[in-house]
Nanobody, 120 residues
Framework: QVQLVESGGGLVQAGGSLRLSCAASGSIFSINVMGWYRQAPGKQRELVASITKSGRLNYADSAKGRFTISRDNAKNTVRLQMNSLKPEDTAIYYC??????????????WGQGTQVTVST
């Protein structure tokens, strides 16, 4: 069993910053990709940023220059530092892991989601 626990969401004014954290635990052999997705009301879930085990980064255009993703492979954690937040960043943010379990099965896991609200 694998669990992803997120923290760090909240309410912030436009131009402010938030940091999201996600910790993966359980029967994990290796985590290939860790990432953050978001879903705004009435919209599809979209990738915000991802990072591979080797450190290769991928950002949505909307996140480039404002958000920074990082991970700690030893602790199975991933963070998303979000700066210069805009009202359009308001969404539920989900942690995502593409991992190999202790039973050597590849699966994708999702966190429960954390609300980020950016006010004007």
């Amino acid at each position: 069993q694998v669990q992803l626990v997120e923290s760090g969401g909240g309410l912030v004014q436009a131009g402010g910053s938030l940091r999201l954290s996600c910790a993966a635990s359980g029967s994990i052999f290796s985590i290939n990709v860790m990432g953050w997705y978001r879903q705004a009301p009435g919209k599809q879930r979209e990738l915000v940023a991802s990072i591979t085990k080797s450190g290769r980064l991928n950002y949505a255009d909307s996140a480039k220059g404002r958000f920074t993703i990082s991970r700690d492979n030893a602790k199975n954690t991933v963070r998303l530092q979000m700066n210069s937040l805009k009202p359009e960043d308001t969404a539920i943010y989900y942690c995502n892991c593409d991992l190999v379990s202790s039973e050597y099965r590849v699966n994708i896991y999702w966190g429960q989601g954390t609300q980020v609200t950016v006010s004007t």
